[in-house]
């Protein structure tokens, strides 16, 4: 089964600073896709930004980019020019392409503090 | 419009009641879920439907009964609620039976049962 690993519980940063979320999974797919989803206090899951796998070049949303390394299973999300409104609980997710019919596996979270 | 809704956004009920939780979804996706995130916040999926059929049925007790009566709505009914049901329960959507996209949620149903 597929499994998706945060190892930071919690991570803080200033405003205006550079942050990274680590995140780690595990699969034997080749096809797949990974996503990070922001959860403010407010609960609702937001859709920060997504990577299919078997695109090389790493996906970038404005502020927000992906470390891509396929190879080593690893999917961090990099924040620049950290703003408070980024203060959220940040997950990892993964789908498979093939035959998930649509799950998506997420990490435990991490809790990302923003210090003005 | 808001694209996923779920009604009621928080229920309080006590141990032993049953209860229902409505979901719909006006973007003309096929395919709806229902994922429980815990008092950890880690979030697990229950249910999957793909065109009103169940398509993914986790582990879950008996007691939960969603049904689709339509492609653009899963509710999730509980009976006989127990304290571990207390949870955030969310709906989502995507489309063609495959999240490659990503989900587009609801805004969570906080349930508490005391």
């Known amino acids: 089964a597929q499994t998706v690993t945060q190892s930071q519980p919690e991570m803080s940063v200033q405003e205006a600073e550079t942050v990274t979320l680590s995140c780690t999974y595990d699969?034997?797919?080749?096809?797949?896709?990974l996503f990070w989803y922001k959860q403010p206090p407010s609960r609702q899951m937001i859709l920060v930004i997504r990577?299919?796998?078997?695109?090389?070049q790493n996906a970038t949303e404005n502020r927000f980019s992906v470390n891509f390394q396929k190879a080593a299973k690893s999917f961090s999300l990099k924040i620049s020019d950290s703003q408070l409104g980024d203060a959220a609980m940040y997950f990892c997710?993964?789908?498979?392409?093939?035959?998930?019919?649509?799950?998506?596996?997420f990490g435990q979270g991490t809790i990302l503090t923003v210090h003005p | 419009d808001t694209a996923v809704s779920q009604t009621p956004k928080y229920l309080v009920t006590q141990m032993g009641n049953d209860k229902s939780i409505k979901c719909e979804q006006n973007?003309?996706?096929?395919?709806m879920y229902w994922y429980k995130q815990d008092s950890k916040k880690f979030l697990k999926i229950m249910f999957s439907?793909?065109?009103?059929?169940?398509?993914i049925n986790e582990t879950v007790p008996n007691r939960f009964s969603p049904k689709s009566p339509d492609k653009a709505h899963l509710n999730l009914h509980i009976n006989s609620l127990e304290l571990g049901d207390s949870a955030v329960y969310f709906c989502?959507?995507?489309?063609?039976?495959?999240?490659?996209?990503?989900?587009?949620f609801g805004s969570g149903t906080r349930l508490t049962v005391v």
């Open positions: 699969t034997s797919e080749s096809d797949y896709y």
């Open positions: 439907y793909n065109n009103k059929e169940l398509i």
């Open positions: 997710a993964y789908t498979s392409g093939g035959t998930s019919y649509g799950k998506l596996t």
């Open positions: 989502a959507s995507s489309q063609g039976g495959r999240a490659n996209y990503g989900y587009t």
């Open positions: 990577q299919e796998a078997y695109k090389q």
């Open positions: 973007l003309g996706h096929d395919t």
